[in-house]
């Protein structure tokens, strides 16, 4: 399969160039989903404007738990597959929940409590855009106030993320992992 929209050509803008070398580890190359959007700088600025990928209200563990389930549930390979190779191992994600967010649910065993609620929320938000009272209160008893907003802002923008890389196409990076076998969710 083809990318649709071919990324932008080397030499990028200065601008985008540094924020390349901020965010990729030495030595990887960008991913095809930033080349991409560096097509157009502001657009490329809105999107890195965007990134919740920092030490916010969330722990690591939780923030890949909610990516990784939401880009799974969005038929997102690519961002999955990014996630789970760059994230899952420091996020201590064992192989049973890494699998999990691609074909499982919430009341897997591999899960605790809080991981149980994240799940269910992420499912909830994809096929209703809202959440029930019993999902809030489940959220509510292991999350604050600033984290429920952040893991709401973060399940849409990475259905965002899922659009991008689904519509343009994007191949696997080379390095991602691949879904466990076809979601059944």
């Known amino acids: 399969m083809s990318a649709r929209i071919h990324p932008?050509?080397?030499?990028?803008?200065?601008?985008?160039?540094?924020?390349?070398d901020k965010i990729m580890p030495p030595g990887m190359?960008?991913?095809v989903l930033f080349t991409t959007l560096a097509r157009d700088g502001?657009?490329?600025?809105?999107?890195?404007?965007?990134?919740?990928?920092?030490?916010g209200n969330l722990d690591l563990h939780s923030r890949e738990v909610v990516i990784d389930r939401v880009t799974a549930l969005a038929n997102s390979e690519y961002e999955w597959g990014v996630h789970v190779a760059l994230f899952a191992e420091r996020a201590k994600l064992s192989a049973d929940q890494i699998?999990?967010?691609?074909?499982?649910?919430?009341?897997?065993?591999?899960?605790?409590?809080?991981d149980c609620a994240l799940i269910a929320a992420c499912d909830q938000l994809h096929t209703k855009c809202d959440l029930d009272d019993e999902a809030y209160v489940k959220l509510k008893s292991h999350f604050g106030d600033e984290a429920i907003l952040e893991i709401v802002m973060l399940c849409g923008l990475y259905r965002m993320v899922a659009y991008l890389t689904n519509v343009l196409r994007l191949p696997l990076e080379p390095f991602a992992r691949r879904f466990p076998?076809?979601?059944?969710i």
Request: proline share 12%.
């Open 42 to 55: 502001r657009l490329f600025e809105r999107f890195m404007a965007s990134n919740l990928l920092d030490s």
């Open 8 to 20: 932008a050509a080397r030499p990028y803008p200065q601008s985008i160039q540094n924020r390349l």
């Open 29 to 31: 190359p960008p991913l």
């Open 181 to 184: 076998h076809k979601m059944v």
């Open 99 to 114: 699998a999990s967010t691609a074909v499982g649910g919430p009341t897997d065993p591999c899960w605790s409590e809080q």
